[in-house]
């Protein structure tokens, strides 16, 4: 096991109306004006926007909101976000919703804490902002884990960019998790949440370092669980069980603790950022779309990791180390398809693409050619462009 520190200070409140904890949260760590941003109009149909709304004016806490976060949250509207909160002088920042609900959220504490800054800046890494508002999260889709994580990915519309920023300061100070907030999730939202989950173990999970035994045994259960109750969860929204399961693995998965001690890898999530980027798909399709390609262009560099796995996760014993990492790769990309995620490119709903797209893609992924990705196996340009291509049907 490498060294590592490990710090997730944020409180959670999990259950049944723990919503309803959102105003004595934000005055329990120093808020006092609150920006509240959402998504789409799903918060507002369910009564949730009012409901929060309700217990900030009955605490006497002052707050304006933003609405409008997209799928693969746009620089734009955090930009926005940033000008609004400032004017309003917000010293708390609540995100209501799913991952790019939350960090939306995070952008703008950064932004508006840094006035005058364009956030994006520090998104591109030209920048560490060194202070943040305070931010907190009532979660309604298990999914992203950004509910208790140090990341934040945002979108350049212009550029077709998605970077993620890992910092410390995108720790929020609480999250407040009900999973029957998750009950009118569409069913895509599940899949690509319950994809979303389990990615963000196995990429922490793929690594070269050896003898560490018990983050492997966390990240395993947690993958087990997320594939017994994700089946369970898409079938029935109304699960409560099953969604809890879902909602706690989430942030389990995404804060930190199933990649304690190891090397982390994250190619696969670099691959599907260029997706969203570039065709505006939904961040866990994307990913469900890569895993396979990736996990077939990797697995020869340590058979032996995947065939663990295969065990481990999908109960797989076969005669060798390399039949039973191939098996273990099918058993996922079949999990995939039986919950209805996305495998391939025609599947995801972009077609298929010709050579110069590919090209694109492998050229935006590695900054132009001033980067490789990952470490279970370090991808040039030329292995980038044969994982798109195996996707590529």
Not at 305 to 321: L, M, P
């Amino acid at each position: 096991m490498l060294n590592f520190s490990f710090y997730s200070p944020t409180k959670v409140i999990f259950g049944k109306g723990a919503e309803l904890s959102a105003a004595d949260e934000i005055r329990n760590f120093g808020g006092s004006r609150v920006m509240v941003v959402y998504g789409g109009g799903s918060v507002v149909r369910s009564g949730l926007l009012d409901r929060i709304g309700k217990e900030l004016d009955q605490a006497g806490l002052p707050y304006l909101t933003l609405g409008g976060v997209r799928p693969n949250p746009r620089v734009k509207l955090a930009r926005e976000g940033v000008q609004k909160a400032y004017d309003f002088g917000a010293d708390f920042i609540l995100g209501v919703g799913g991952g790019s609900v939350i960090d939306t959220a995070k952008a703008i504490a950064i932004g508006a804490a840094n006035f005058g800054t364009d956030i994006w800046r520090f998104w591109l890494k030209e920048l560490v902002p060194q202070k943040a508002l305070p931010v907190g999260a009532v979660l309604t889709i298990p999914a992203a884990g950004s509910e208790t994580s140090n990341s934040a990915v945002l979108t350049n519309e212009d550029t077709q960019a998605k970077r993620g920023l890992n910092i410390a300061l995108n720790r929020p100070r609480f999250a407040l998790m009900n999973p029957e907030l998750s009950y009118t999730l569409p069913d895509f939202q599940v899949i690509c949440g319950v994809v979303d989950i389990m990615m963000h173990t196995l990429d922490r999970y793929f690594t070269t370092t050896e003898g560490n035994e018990l983050t492997d045994g966390i990240a395993e259960a947690l993958l087990r669980d997320v594939i017994r109750n994700g089946a369970v969860a898409v079938r029935d929204h109304h699960n409560y069980a099953a969604m809890s399961e879902l909602m706690w693995c989430g942030s389990l998965s995404h804060n930190g603790l199933t990649g304690l001690g190891r090397v982390n890898d994250f190619s696969v999530h670099q691959l599907g950022h260029e997706l969203s980027g570039h065709f505006d798909v939904t961040h866990g399709a994307s990913l469900s779309t890569m895993w396979g390609p990736w996990a077939q262009n990797v697995y020869a560099a340590k058979p032996e990791r995947f065939a663990h796995y295969a065990k481990a996760v999908w109960d797989v014993e076969t005669g060798s180390a390399e039949e039973s990492a191939k098996a273990g790769i099918e058993r996922t990309v079949n999990y995939f398809r039986s919950i209805g995620a996305p495998t391939s490119f025609s599947e995801l709903g972009i077609g298929v693409r010709d050579d110069k797209t590919l090209q694109e893609l492998t050229d935006s992924c590695t900054f132009r050619g001033k980067r490789t990705i990952g470490q279970f196996k370090m991808l040039d340009a030329g292995d980038i462009h044969s994982i798109y291509k195996l996707a590529n049907h």
